[in-house]
């Protein structure tokens, strides 16, 4: 991977710039001319150009200067480009979109970053695609994918080759899609949500330190109709759910 000399974190990136690869990916989208979109890193300005046509406005973010000075000249009226580093700025209001080739080295900080409030509509990036697996909770959930289902569905929506970039990657790349739906818990109990989870992942979901009773789990389940904690350990998302629900409701100790 290259680095960037011109932002102040020698940041790698690797340029998706063909342009049938792009339209291919946009058409896979609900883009409309009624959108704002935001871009995290804008690059060469490739994807800049082609959501520029399809979205009533895009905020593109560009830390390189080398980059942004470059293109600058050349954005369509309805983009705005800023040269700062995304991380550190505030998001909009929704309702608005995401559409970026992200810095690989920033995936979860970014992610974490559009997902902790004010959440975006319908979001799509591009990275690695271990990374992408961990979000979708393959092949098991874990925290990554627990924190982000209870507000998005998550799927992998595309496969890129590794030719599709220059410089190429060393690893796979795909494109994560995550679609905004009605919330299975308040954006309030998302702390709550995590605690509860990293102390089941701790205590397991009953005994002395864990936050249930072996009675609550089992009963918890049996009303939803879902099957016991199978001996591998291995817990679905709506058991997590489930069981969350019940500590808010009866097992807060």
């Not at 509509?121 to 994918?145: D, Q, V, Y």
């Amino acid at each position: 991977m290259s680095e960037n000399k011109g932002n102040p974190y020698g940041i790698s990136q690797n340029f998706l710039t063909n342009r049938r690869v792009i339209d291919r990916l946009l058409s896979k989208t609900d883009i409309s001319d009624s959108d704002t979109v935001l871009e995290i890193g804008a690059g060469k300005g490739h994807i800049t150009k082609a959501l520029s046509k399809r979205a009533k406005t895009v905020v593109s973010y560009e830390i390189d200067g080398n980059l942004y000075e470059k293109l600058k000249p050349n954005v369509a009226e309805n983009v705005r480009l800023i040269r700062e580093d995304f991380l550190k700025c505030a998001l909009p209001k929704p309702p608005y979109k995401v559409f970026a080739n992200i810095p690989f080295s920033r995936t979860s900080e970014i992610m974490r970053k559009l997902t902790a409030n004010r959440l975006p509509e319908h979001i799509w990036l591009i990275m690695e695609k271990g990374a992408a697996k961990r979000f979708c909770g393959l092949p098991t959930e874990n925290i990554n994918s627990l924190l982000l289902k209870p507000f998005f569905d998550v799927k992998i929506s595309y496969y890129f080759n590794q030719t599709d970039f220059h410089p190429a990657p060393r690893t796979d790349v795909v494109m994560l899609e995550l679609v905004g739906k009605p919330s299975d818990i308040p954006l309030k109990h998302k702390r709550d949500f995590a605690d509860f989870i990293s102390r089941c992942t701790r205590y397991g979901f009953y005994g002395s330190h864990a936050p249930l009773t072996k009675k609550q789990v089992s009963t918890a389940l049996r009303l939803e109709g879902l099957p016991d904690i199978k001996p591998s350990g291995d817990v679905t998302y709506v058991q997590w759910l489930c069981l969350f629900r019940c500590w808010v409701k009866f097992g807060r100790r």
